[in-house]
């Protein structure tokens, strides 16, 4: 079964640039989880839960709509790992930050999930 | 796209069954059987409990079964238990290879 770890900043100022990154193991991007999607998907405080988009092993990246301006997700598959950036961040986008994967292709539902980054945006 | 609508509260006593509604358009749920449904306990990350509207990931009580009629889906809670107690969330293909998630349910066991 897929392990994920996930790690990155925990304060920011508003206008920085918000950057995750999360650990794959039990299996490799590129070979035994190649045709898995690893999304993003975070929680404001108190508040429900958001999908930020996902990449897959070549890169090939889906955004959701709403944040695709200021979201890029990039996959490192010699360590084994993919992160997220999110830029011009306001304390809105203050939330814990989850990784999670999708088994794949016209599977649509998130099987294993990070333990959750909190990301505070604060001056 | 907007988050898919449930109600914010459900409760229920022990044994008993609770039904939580996740209600969408005619343009996602109404159209794919992808909806899914997750538990979370507090300061927990979320767990897979249905996918494909009906099925149970291996090791899920099957006290939790899911269904779909129209542009709602339903999670239900059958014998509840006081783990149970936990915020549910739904989640559904939108097309455009995106998803949206529901605004959640507190789950109370009285």
């Known amino acids: 079964q897929v392990q994920l770890q996930q790690w990155g900043a925990g304060l920011l100022k508003p206008s920085e640039t918000l950057s995750l990154t999360c650990a794959v193991y039990?299996?490799?991007?590129?070979?035994?989880?190649?045709?898995?999607?690893w999304s993003w998907i975070r929680q404001p405080p108190g508040k429900g839960l958001e999908w930020i988009g996902e990449i897959n092993h070549s890169g090939s990246t889906n955004y959701n709509p709403s944040l695709k301006s200021r979201v890029t997700m990039s996959v490192d598959t010699s360590n084994n790992q993919f992160s997220l950036k999110l830029n011009s961040v306001t304390a809105a986008d203050t939330a814990v930050y989850y990784c999670a994967s999708r088994r794949g292709s016209g599977l649509y539902y998130f099987d294993y999930w990070g333990q959750g980054t909190l990301v505070t945006v604060s001056s | 796209q907007s988050a898919l609508t449930q109600p914010a509260s459900v409760s229920g006593s022990p044994e008993q069954s609770i039904t939580i509604s996740c209600t969408g358009t005619s343009s996602d749920i109404g159209t794919y059987d992808l909806v899914s449904w997750y538990q979370q306990h507090p300061d927990r990350a979320p767990k897979l409990m249905i996918y494909e509207v009906t099925k149970r990931p291996s090791g899920v009580s099957n006290r939790f079964s899911g269904s779909k009629s129209g542009n709602t889906a339903s999670l239900t809670i059958s014998g509840l238990q006081a783990e149970d107690e936990a915020d549910y969330y739904c989640?559904?293909?939108?097309?455009?290879?995106?998803?949206?998630f529901g605004t959640g349910t507190k789950v109370t066991v009285l």
């Open positions: 039990s299996g490799t991007i590129s070979g035994s989880f190649s045709g898995y999607y």
């Open positions: 989640c559904s293909y939108v097309g455009d290879y995106t998803l949206v």
